[in-house]
């Protein structure tokens, strides 16, 4: 497979998008300005930008440098509470994932849930509030290769959440998770109105994204001044 080179002057960086599912964060980097290209084993036929269906490790492995900064959402399912509680096994891929980013020499970030903080280093935890989302889904990011995140101020949870599964109750914030109600709500609350209710359950919101690809782009900017 040949890959577009390294952005020059005057193009959009590139980004890697590792195990992309529907593209929540892939929509937040793009608005941030990255030109984005999404990787996943499944097929991903409501994925908005270009896609390419691999292992998503192999393919950073092989491919990871010609970017200029990759993110990678290892499958959460592993460390979510919902799954452990109906006893399923997932792949635990956190290590071998950051383990491939670190032979790239290109700035990383790792994204996971509660249950992976153990695994995460240094984790920076991320809240709908924080941008003005209306829905509690903490997620954390590790980031490495030389790039690093502020921690923002966590807004306290004073909106009521409606119980899982539940219609959403008038004033309360939905949980968007199992086999929640309200598909079209929550592409509405969350930003992502090409997705679908399998999709929904696991993106991140792209505000998380595009705050982060907005610190991505200083840090890339910064390393070129410094060069």
């Not at 959440?161 to 929550?186: D, E, L, T, W």
């Amino acid at each position: 497979m040949t890959l577009a080179p390294l952005h020059r002057l005057g193009r959009r960086p590139l980004l890697l998008d590792l195990f992309c599912c529907q593209g929540g964060a892939a929509k937040g980097y793009d608005d941030a300005g990255f030109d984005v290209t999404g990787v996943d084993l499944h097929p991903q036929p409501r994925y908005p930008f270009r896609f390419v269906q691999a292992d998503a490790v192999a393919f950073v492995l092989q491919h990871g440098a010609s970017f200029d900064v990759i993110h990678a959402s290892p499958p959460c399912q592993h460390d979510s509470d919902c799954q452990r509680l109906q006893g399923n096994t997932h792949p635990d891929l956190i290590a071998p994932t950051r383990t491939a980013l670190k032979t790239t020499g290109r700035p990383w970030v790792i994204e996971n849930v509660r249950g992976a903080v153990r695994k995460l280093e240094r984790p920076v935890m991320l809240c709908g509030p924080m941008f003005g989302v209306e829905t509690y889904r903490h997620r954390y990011f590790e980031t490495g290769g030389g790039f690093a995140l502020p921690e923002p101020h966590h807004p306290a949870h004073t909106v009521p959440q409606a119980k899982m599964g539940r219609p959403i109750p008038p004033g309360h914030y939905g949980q968007f998770v199992g086999n929640f109600s309200g598909v079209q709500h929550a592409r509405t609350v969350l930003g992502v109105p090409w997705m679908n209710r399998d999709g929904i359950r696991e993106c991140i919101p792209p505000a998380y994204s595009h705050w982060i690809g907005t610190h991505a782009r200083y840090s890339l900017r910064a390393r070129r001044v410094a060069a």
